[in-house]
């Protein structure tokens, strides 16, 4: 079976008119255990999260032959060096013909035929692959209480009491003492600042501390202004963590107090510039100290104080993409990015799919296979603006079910 996957239409067809196989159109169901392809011809602008240098290796690993169409091998020599050192002699460089194609797939390359261009790769960076990390479930606990009961017996015409040891199995909740929970888009700040703030309301009921609100959106903070409220006082605050003073009373002191939330309402564009992520990754480690559940919506971009402290502190990032292509793709993207970069599990990951409808651009099924492809989970999908607020209430329980409390 031929896998035609170079992500150029024309370029495909006309390839699958003369070898007759099967157009791939994502890097990542090149890789399913299902798919088990003898050829791929493939090249970078095939469309996926997942690094072409992962996609190959997995697909050699499978023995797959690769027919590679690049760019000329001076634009990433570390990735040529890559092919050849797993084994893939194929590769065309430059303006490629279907001729080109037809032949090298008819007359298979041998090493030497590549040796010239290997030794002149040689030199470049080796790259490393990662592997997808394995996902943990863990059990809940149940424990056992001692439960001591008095029994009356009889004996001799007297009444006796006497204590018998009973032992009964009781599920009870498990609290944590803190989960950090960080909601993120790549792109659109709207829906993780919406959407933290309905993960705190539903969170309440399974919290037995105020939940915590944290606003970390850098200069277009939103929270305060959906909320309705002031915006906390961030200069002092600030001040006293460089001072060293601050404590537990004084921030939650300057907390914003509504309805059983506690709010840092934000950083507005007047202090932006004066707090970084050491001061945001003090204000969480505090809180951690007496909040079960802290939500932070981050925001969107990457390259902020927020982001990061957002990211580097929580147990779950969701990560939010609207139902198309280029969203879903580019969010995987970065978040593949961010793990390689800052060090940061995959397995805190997920992907929450929101605008999906019937006639979506992709479906909750694809998106879910290429999350999880990449090693990232798939939280679910909560449709429209209309509709999120009513299935956030499904998949909220989702969010604290490993290590948090549990209702049957």
């Known amino acids: 079976m031929i896998a035609i996957a170079t992500g150029i239409e024309i370029l495909d067809k006309?390839?699958?008119?003369?070898?007759?196989?099967?157009?791939?159109?994502?890097?990542?169901?090149?890789?399913?255990?299902?798919?088990k392809y003898e050829t791929v011809i493939l090249s970078e602008s095939l469309d996926g999260a997942i690094t072409i240098e992962e996609l190959t290796f997995k697909l050699r690993e499978k023995n797959t032959r690769i027919i590679y169409i690049g760019k000329d091998y001076e634009d990433n020599p570390s990735l040529i060096k890559h092919l050849i050192s797993i084994g893939v002699y194929d590769i065309l460089f430059g303006e490629t013909t279907i001729d080109d194609v037809i032949n090298i797939y008819n007359n298979p390359k041998a090493f030497a035929d590549i040796s010239k261009i290997y030794s002149k790769v040689l030199s470049s960076p080796t790259i490393q692959i990662k592997s997808v990390p394995e996902v943990i479930i863990e059990k809940e606990v149940i424990e056992k209480e001692k439960v001591v009961e008095k029994e009356k017996v009889i004996e001799k015409e007297k009444i006796?009491?006497?204590?018998?040891?009973?032992?009964?199995?009781?599920?009870?909740?498990?609290?944590?003492?803190s989960k950090t929970i960080t909601f993120w888009s790549y792109d659109d700040g709207e829906y993780p600042a919406r959407i933290s703030i309905e993960i705190a309301k539903l969170l309440k009921k399974y919290s037995?501390?105020?939940?915590?609100?944290?606003?970390?959106?850098?200069?277009?903070?939103?929270?305060s202004h959906l909320l309705k409220i002031k915006d906390t006082n961030i200069e002092y605050l600030t001040r006293m963590i460089n001072t060293e003073e601050i404590t537990s009373k004084i921030l939650?002191?300057?907390?914003?107090?509504?309805?059983?939330?506690k709010v840092f309402s934000g950083i507005t564009i007047?202090?932006?510039f004066r707090i970084n992520d050491k001061h945001l990754n003090t204000l969480v480690s505090i809180l951690q100290r007496d909040s079960n559940f802290i939500i932070i919506n981050a925001g969107s971009g990457v390259f902020t104080s927020g982001v990061l402290s957002s990211f580097t502190t929580a147990d779950k990032i969701v990560a939010i993409a609207k139902a198309t292509k280029i969203d879903v793709i580019r969010t995987l993207e970065i978040l593949n990015f961010i793990s390689n970069s800052w060090g940061i599990e995959k397995s805190k990951m997920n992907l929450l799919l929101v605008e999906n409808s019937l006639i979506s651009e992709i479906d909750d099924k694809t998106t879910q296979e290429l999350s999880e492809t990449n090693g990232i989970n798939?939280?679910?999908?909560?449709?429209?603006?209309?509709?999120?607020?009513?299935?956030?209430?499904k998949i909220a329980p989702k969010l604290i079910s490993?290590?948090?409390?549990?209702?049957d």
């Open 252 to 261: 939650n002191d300057n907390l914003i107090k509504i309805e059983g939330i």
């Open 378 to 393: 798939f939280l679910g999908a909560c449709g429209n603006k209309k509709k999120y607020v009513k299935n956030l209430a």
């Open 270 to 272: 007047k202090n932006a």
């Open 402 to 407: 490993s290590k948090g409390v549990r209702e």
């Open 208 to 223: 037995k501390t105020d939940i915590t609100l944290l606003d970390f959106e850098e200069i277009s903070s939103r929270i």
């Open 14 to 35: 006309a390839i699958n008119e003369r070898l007759k196989g099967e157009i791939i159109y994502f890097r990542e169901y090149l890789i399913r255990d299902e798919n």
């Open 160 to 177: 006796v009491e006497v204590e018998k040891e009973k032992i009964i199995e009781v599920e009870k909740p498990v609290i944590i003492q």
